[in-house]
């Protein structure tokens, strides 16, 4: 008697319930507090022997199906997690020193290339020494009644000169791996869309590095040149230039002036994660050709004027183009949004 009394009271409170819960709720929710609420007796006792099976019960308010019971993936919440980031599903969370062994990879990575094509210029030291003193002979048929043959004044100057020219030349070749490696790297903190900018801004930065070290090579380098040739000349000095001292200048200018043609790229960057405004470019722009010849005065050997000029104006169109550019990514953000 107490038993079919319990049951009807289960019976009642689950139809109690059913009348209760709107049908919108999660289906697993009101199965939860019907379940609870017949105390696992009555009609919803024979569910709960039968939790996997087909069968609803009539007299519940909860209309089952068939339901699956697939193993849980442990893995399940984790992927989506990574795919909500837009990240690979296939990457996984990684602590500081996980990190620190990517990076420890990725330097090992970036010395075995710089090593490699050191050695290769090494084992090539002629033809390579022939290719950095082109500013050189330029200057020679230009002035051939001037001594332009480098000497070195120290047994140890020669040890000088082979490490500006390994060092110049391996750092310029080596730069697209350096990239390469340097994208792998922070690729899988990146979600879908910074990937999608990662690939474009490694490949302008390549660019402008290199049309800065060929603007150097080819023009400023021997400019300076000419500029100091002609002071010896005009004053009657005699020309005895070391050769570590001529490789030191190619590879400061070289690798200097590749270097500050990248500040477009950053202008770029920065408008484009909000940190400055195109506006306040085009306010502050008689500032910005006061920083490029002091920028200039700093990177060029020689305190001429002209070489001077010849470095600023090229700073000068870029910061333009970085203008330009950072108001089309703007527009094309604000029309994205």
């Known amino acids: ?25 999660d289906r697993r929710a009101r199965r939860a507090k019907c379940e609870s609420a017949a105390l696992f007796s009555g009609p919803c006792a024979r569910f709960a022997r039968r939790e996997r099976g087909i069968a609803p019960c009539r007299q519940t308010c909860i209309p089952l199906r068939p339901v699956s019971t697939p193993t849980p993936d442990p893995d399940f919440y984790e992927q989506e997690t990574l795919a909500s980031a837009g990240a690979h599903p296939r990457e996984k969370p990684m602590g500081f020193l996980d990190h620190l062994e990517e990076l ?19 084992y090539f030291m002629r033809d390579f020494a022939f290719i950095l003193n082109y500013p050189l002979e330029q200057i020679r048929a230009e002035y051939p009644q001037l001594k332009t043959e480098l000497v070195t004044n120290s047994p140890m100057g020669i040890f000088s000169v082979v490490l500006s020219i390994c060092i110049t030349g391996g750092f310029i070749l080596s730069l697209p791996f350096f990239l ?7 690729a899988p903190a990146l979600t879908r869309r910074e990937l999608r900018v990662l690939l474009p801004t490694a490949f302008a930065a390549f660019l402008l590095f290199l049309g800065g070290a060929a603007f150097s090579y080819f023009l400023l380098v021997p400019s300076t040149i000419r500029v100091a040739f002609e002071l010896n000349e005009l004053l009657g000095y005699q ?26 790229l950053l202008i770029v960057l920065a408008s484009y994660i909000g940190l400055v405004q195109v506006a306040t470019l085009k306010k502050y722009r008689r500032h910005a050709i006061v920083v490029f010849f002091i920028v200039a005065a700093i990177v060029t050997p020689t305190p001429d004027p002209f070489t001077q000029t010849i470095f600023a104006v090229p700073l000068i169109i870029l910061y333009e183009l970085a203008i330009w550019v950072s108001a089309f990514v703007t527009r094309h953000k604000r029309a994205a949004a």
């Not at 079919?4 to 409170?13: F, G, I």
């Not at 390469?180 to 922070?186: A, R």
């Not at 020309?239 to 270097?259: I, P, R």
């Open 1 to 25: 008697m107490r038993k079919s009394r319990s049951r009807a009271e289960a019976s009642s409170q689950c139809h109690s319930v059913s009348r209760i819960m709107p049908w919108s709720l």
């Open 104 to 122: 420890r990879g990725t330097l090992i990575k970036c010395a075995v290339v710089f090593a490699v094509i050191v050695g290769v210029i090494a």
């Open 180 to 186: 390469f490696f340097l994208g792998q790297f922070i």
């Open 239 to 264: 020309v005895l230039w070391t050769a570590d001292k001529y490789y030191s200048m190619l590879m400061w200018l070289v690798l200097g002036v590749g270097a500050s043609f990248e500040f477009p």
